[in-house]
T-cell receptor
Framework: AQKVTQAQTEISVVEKEDVTLDCVYE???????LFWYKQPPSGELVFLIR??????QNEISGRYSWNFQKSTSSFNFTITASQVVDSAVYFC???????????FGPGTSLSVIP | DGGITQSPKYLFRKEGQNVTLSCEQN?????MYWYRQDPGQGLRLIYY???????QKGDIAEGYSVSREKKESFPLTVTSAQKNPTAFYLC??????????????FGQGTRLTVV
């Protein structure tokens, strides 16, 4: 069985603050990919980043960075110097390295206040 | 431009009626998905198809039906058996099979309201 948890239901930050979104993926699989998607108020989901389970090196891309700790199945996504346009719902979505369906975590609603 | 198109954007249904939501993609993707999203909730999987002429039930398939006669099309019918169909419906596509490192592409969604 596999389980995706995003413990933070809602987060509010003031513009320019850093914010970290948490995702925990419990699975017996050793090989998988983790994706983050953003859903702005318009409704359409947009892909942000992907990480694989066999690479724990932290990465930075612009204002986005992500930290993956395989020992705790924790995949955290950080937005540096948040902006109002970052206000959206963020979904974590794992995909196992097999012929498998796409599932999503429950999502975290981020509000960036001017 | 390649993409995925859902229509209509807004749909109103009378109780007891069947309605069909359209989803078309020109990305040459094998897999297509339908999700339902209720206010303040996550995405719940209705049906998915990994290949033409084949599809599987997701977590909440009751009251819905689909077909996959063409690679580019995956219409969803909301039947009268679905007791609470008012929701936001999202269609997605992605490269299927054993390729797991590619992201899903989403349509703009259809907001269905029962009147």
């Amino acid at each position: 069985a596999q389980k995706v948890t995003q413990a933070q239901t809602e987060i509010s930050v003031v513009e320019k603050e850093d914010v970290t979104l948490d995702c925990v993926y419990e699975t017996r699989d050793t090989t998988y990919y983790l994706f983050w998607y953003k859903q702005p108020p318009s409704g359409e989901l947009v892909f942000l980043i992907r990480r694989n389970s066999f690479d724990e090196q932290n990465e930075i891309s612009g204002r986005y960075s992500w930290n993956f700790q395989k020992s705790t199945s924790s995949f955290n996504f950080t937005i540096t110097a948040s902006q109002v346009v970052d206000s959206a719902v963020y979904f974590c979505a794992p995909r196992r390295a097999s012929y498998d369906k796409v599932i999503f975590g429950p999502g975290t609603s981020l509000s960036v206040i001017p | 431009d390649g993409g995925i198109t859902q229509s209509p954007k807004y749909l109103f249904r009378k109780e007891g009626q069947n309605v069909t939501l359209s989803c078309e993609q020109n990305l040459n993707h094998d897999a297509m998905y339908w999700y339902r999203q209720d206010p303040g909730q996550g995405l719940r999987l209705i049906y998915y198809s990994q290949i033409v002429n084949d599809f599987q039930k997701g977590d909440i398939a009751e009251g819905y039906s689909v077909s996959r006669e063409k690679k580019e099309s995956f219409p969803l019918t909301v039947t009268s058996a679905q007791k609470n169909p008012t929701a936001f419906y999202l269609c997605a596509s992605l490269r299927g099979g054993s390729i797991t490192n590619t992201e899903a592409f989403f349509g703009q969604g259809t907001r269905l309201t029962v009147v």
